[in-house]
């Protein structure tokens, strides 16, 4: 059975940073995976935030150039490094991961962490 599990949210000030992890288990991850991110925001849809998919990585448009994922195989890990954090950035982060090339719609993909909440101050 695979599992996520998400950590490193917290409370931080506009222009900070944080990194978030999600730890696989239950599946080591293939390069050929597709592993994510998405955010909700209270009384907002999921929106999408990351993915990489055998070296391919995209990004959602309100986060790119301050959002970096990466991924760890050797820790069957996926990052999510946040840099100039800003209000509109406060949300429930997810991981997110399947087994085939997906894109950005969250009602694809097949496992899902229980989230982590980042709130920026502004």
């Known amino acids: 059975q695979v599992q996520l599990v998400e950590s490193g949210g917290g409370l931080v000030q506009a222009g900070g940073s944080l990194r978030l992890s999600c730890v696989v288990s239950?599946?080591?991850?293939?390069?050929?995976?597709?592993m994510a991110w998405f955010r909700q925001a209270p009384g907002k849809e999921r929106e999408f935030v990351a993915n990489?998919?055998?070296?391919?990585?995209s990004y959602g448009n309100s986060v790119s150039g301050r959002f970096t994922i990466s991924r760890d195989n050797a820790k069957n890990t996926v990052y999510l490094e946040m840099n100039n954090l800003k209000p509109e950035d406060t949300a429930v982060y997810y991981c997110?991961?399947?087994?085939?090339?997906?894109?950005?719609?969250?009602?694809?993909?097949?496992?899902w962490g229980q989230g982590t909440q980042v709130t920026v101050s502004s």
């Open positions: 997110a991961a399947d087994t085939q090339r997906l894109g950005r719609l969250a009602g694809e993909y097949d496992y």
């Open positions: 239950g599946r080591t991850l293939k390069p050929r995976d597709t």
């Open positions: 990489w998919w055998s070296g391919i990585i």
